[in-house]
Structures are given as C-alpha cells and as structure tokens.
C-alpha cells in the first residue's frame, strides 16, 4: 500500500506564511510528478503547484511569486512554502502523487488533506 500523509496547515493571519509538507510512503518503486492541490468550500478542486521528476515546476497563476514547491527524492517527499498568504487561499490542500509500485500499474495517489484558514 502506499500512503500521502500532509502536515503543516493551521490558522495565519492575511500576509503571513506557512508550510505544507507531505511524505509518501509503503511499497513505492519510483515517484514521477509530486503535487498540491486546493479546495475551497464550494468550489472544485484545483491544482496549485507541480513537481516533476525532473525537478520542472508549475503553478496556478493565482499563487505565482507567493508559493513555492519542493521536493526531496531521496525521502519521497514534498513541500509547499506558501507566503503572503490571502483569505482566498484559503482551502483544504491535498498532497498527490504519480507513484509506480512493483506489479501495480502507475497512478495518482492522493492525502488525506490538511486545512488551511487565512483569516484575520
């Protein structure tokens, strides 16, 4: 089995920071593309920021300059630095990765999520 456990959300005031971080773990041959993404109540869920294999990143515009995606391959796991932090950013993010386990086929797999308030 493989398992996403997310940590690091909580309550910042608007313009303050956080961190996300998230650990793969279990029977995991190799780890493609780690991600986050966000949903805020009553909305679908959106991607916020990519990582690759590679070490490419991609981010949703609304979070450019302000957030920042990383990653540690040999730990399998996957930070998001989130700073001037907005009301609207406020969400339940969610850790995901493109995992290939021995005789499973690849797929995504997803956190559990972890909520993030900004509000002053």
């Known amino acids: 089995q493989v398992q996403l456990v997310e940590s690091g959300g909580g309550l910042v005031r608007p313009g303050g920071s956080l961190r996300l971080s998230c650990a793969a773990s279990?029977?995991?041959?190799?780890?493609?593309?780690m991600g986050w993404y966000r949903q805020a109540p009553g909305k679908q869920r959106e991607l916020v920021a990519v990582i690759t294999s590679g070490g490419s990143t991609n981010y949703a515009d609304s979070v450019k300059g302000r957030f920042t995606i990383s990653r540690n391959y040999a730990e399998n796991t996957v930070d998001l630095q989130m700073n001037s932090l907005k009301p609207e950013d406020t969400a339940v993010y969610y850790c995901?990765?493109?995992?290939?386990?021995?005789?499973?086929?690849?797929?995504?797999?997803w956190g559990q999520g972890t909520q993030v308030t900004v509000s002053s």
């Open positions: 995901t990765a493109d995992i290939v386990r021995k005789y499973v086929p690849q797929a995504w797999y």
């Open positions: 279990g029977s995991i041959f190799r780890i493609y593309d």
